[in-house]
């Protein structure tokens, strides 16, 4: 099936309200344009070099999300080309974006990372420690909390991926229960093409699809 098919698709099976962000890494700006025709307004891009070289060819046409790890001294030029950023996972990061924001006058949308399955090598905070680094982000300038985000463990079975959704959907409503200053819990980010439609049951209202879009990588 063609980038349109595929994408008429998944619009079709998934409710109204959940966004969708087509997973661009190795795709081609041709293949991204396709996207944005069938209807993509957001594509996430996991590294800044290769974010950098398409967003000069997609300026004004598509919202850029930041959806891979961020080194402290890429928060540059991450906050120069990025429309929101939902892997922060420290403070040390958040604070980096905040200050290099300043200088632009902006104000940078961040999703907190959380390693839901408290893999050792994986990127994001664990479970335990969000609502602290959202309460000590929440005192930072120019970098506005507005949910979360999550990858799951890889399983051949996505259905295992449940319990680390409904963690983190659980960690969600219990933070915007909190409801702690100057934090809009509005987003929560789980699912790629194999596990989005089991994401979506448990409550994510953003989805990440790449190969389900474009094809095997
Ligand atoms: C690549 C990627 C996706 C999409 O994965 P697919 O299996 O291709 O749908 C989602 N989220 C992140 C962080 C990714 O790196």
């Known amino acids: 099936m063609s980038i349109k098919e595929n994408i008429k698709q998944i619009k079709k099976e998934l409710p109204k309200n959940i966004i969708i962000v087509a997973a661009t890494k190795t795709r081609s700006v041709d293949e991204i344009k396709q996207a944005i025709e069938a209807g993509i307004d957001i594509i996430g891009e996991n590294y800044i070099q290769e974010a950098e070289a398409k967003s000069n060819e997609l300026k004004g046409k598509v919202k850029l999300h930041c959806i891979g790890h961020i080194q402290t001294n890429k928060a540059k030029k991450a906050v120069e080309i990025f429309d929101m950023i939902e892997t922060v996972d420290s403070i040390k990061l958040a604070k980096e974006i905040g200050k ?13 990372e959380i390693n839901s399955g408290k893999e050792p090598n994986k990127d994001g905070v664990m479970p335990e420690d969000a609502e602290q ?48 200053p100057n934090i809009d819990m509005e987003i929560l980010s789980m699912g790629m093409s194999d596990s989005y439609k089991i994401a979506v049951e448990e409550g994510a209202n953003m989805v990440r699809i790449g190969a389900k879009i474009f094809g095997k990588r």
């Open 100 to 112: 290099r924001c300043q200088s632009l006058n902006k104000i940078m949308p961040i999703l907190i």
């Open 133 to 180: 680094l959202i309460r000590d982000i929440s005192t930072l300038k120019n970098i506005k909390v507005k949910g979360l985000m999550t990858m799951a463990p890889f399983f051949d079975n996505p259905e295992k991926d449940r319990p680390y959704f409904k963690l983190t959907k659980t960690l969600f409503d219990k933070i915007k229960a909190l409801n702690p």
